[in-house]
């Protein structure tokens, strides 16, 4: 089996892998971000450059760089390769690059955006983004629609993942939606306005990194740090019936498939179970759903934390805002783990 070295990290791995699954089995800061790339969807990968890396080593036989950042989503791994990720400069400043031109058409409406608190684009944006935009050009703009009673489409936010055709492509029956035209006027659209109507549409919602596909039964109801995660289960025909209910007291005010620590769905919902089932009673309660303890979702819980690295962190937002002061978490922090 091949092996290869991460930032500084060896592993083996099967024939066939690529930089970036090699990456996900060594887990932590080597991993690179990906917004198109799902493990679950055959040829996804390869449209947002996100996850691109630095070969400084294309294998032992050929030892020479490779000549420019490559996607690891898409590169397979050769023994003896050698990839940077964090350990190099040139490359972060490559995908801060590759930030700024997601966010060129991107609107900043964060604070009315219900992904907020669970989007990959602000997380992305928040570790590699600029404060300013360099862009003087008009922004293209979208009408929002609804495709399907169920989801609403706001393609202004759109990233053109292709996550969303992918599941329409390899999970429902006869896909009406795709991507229209081509370069800056391309767009997520439905086929002579049909609606979206199938039993497994609403997975788009959860395999979309940006607020472009949203849930119309939880548009502007609550926040998801102000709600409570838990995994539930029921009997479904249709499907493992295995979910998270985002609940306030009593009230299920959503329901999405469960996704691993990659922001991955880890097994598909049918839209009965997403939409048809608000009620505590239609559910058997697992418990509280475990989140990272980075998430805005944990709603300041502290436990496990690396003090040192909080501290360092704090210290960063602190820098990127001028001095400005922000709240003091990490005293909080400690007062937590002393408990």
Avoid at 68 to 96: H, I, W, Y
Wanted: hydrophobic fraction near 35%; include cysteine.
């Amino acid at each position: 089996m091949p092996k290869v070295t991460i930032d500084n990290i060896e592993i083996e791995v099967p024939e066939g892998t690529t930089i970036l699954q090699a990456a996900r089995m060594i887990g932590g800061d080597v991993v690179p971000p990906a917004m198109c790339y799902y493990s679950n969807l055959k040829t996804s990968g390869g449209y947002c450059r996100t996850c691109i890396v630095k070969v400084s080593q294309a294998s032992a036989k050929d030892p020479r760089p490779m000549p420019k950042p490559v996607a690891s989503c898409r590169t397979f791994v050769q023994d003896g390769m050698v990839v940077q990720n964090t350990t190099s400069p040139e490359l972060l400043e490559a995908r801060k690059g590759v930030v700024e031109f997601l966010l060129i058409n991107h609107p900043l409406d964060c604070p009315i955006c219900d992904q907020a608190g669970e989007c990959d684009l602000q997380n992305l944006a928040y570790e590699h983004g600029a404060a300013k935009t360099r862009y003087d050009f008009e922004r293209r703009t979208f009408e929002k629609i609804d495709i399907g009673n169920k989801i609403k489409l706001h393609m202004t936010r759109c990233i053109l993942c292709y996550r969303c055709v992918k599941v329409a492509d390899q999970l429902t029956d006869g896909r009406v939606h795709g991507v229209m035209n081509r370069g800056d006027v391309s767009e997520i659209s439905t086929y002579i306005q049909n609606a979206v109507e199938n039993d497994f549409s609403g997975n788009m919602i959860d395999v979309c990194p940006v607020g472009a596909l949203t849930d119309n039964t939880f548009r502007f109801k609550s926040r998801v740090w102000f709600t409570n995660p838990l995994d539930a289960h029921r009997a479904c025909t249709k499907c493992t019936g295995k979910v998270v209910l985002w609940t306030k007291g009593n009230e299920v005010l959503r329901v999405s498939a469960r996704k691993d620590k990659y922001a991955e769905v880890e097994e598909w919902i049918c839209n009965d179970c997403r939409f048809e089932h608000k009620n505590m009673e239609d559910w058997n309660v697992e418990g509280a759903r475990k989140t990272a303890h980075d998430s805005v979702i944990s709603q300041n819980h502290y436990e496990n934390i690396d003090l040192q690295k909080l501290k360092l962190e704090i210290n960063r937002q602190i820098k990127h805002q001028g001095g400005k002061k922000i709240k003091e978490v990490y005293t909080q922090a400690q007062i937590e783990n002393k408990k």
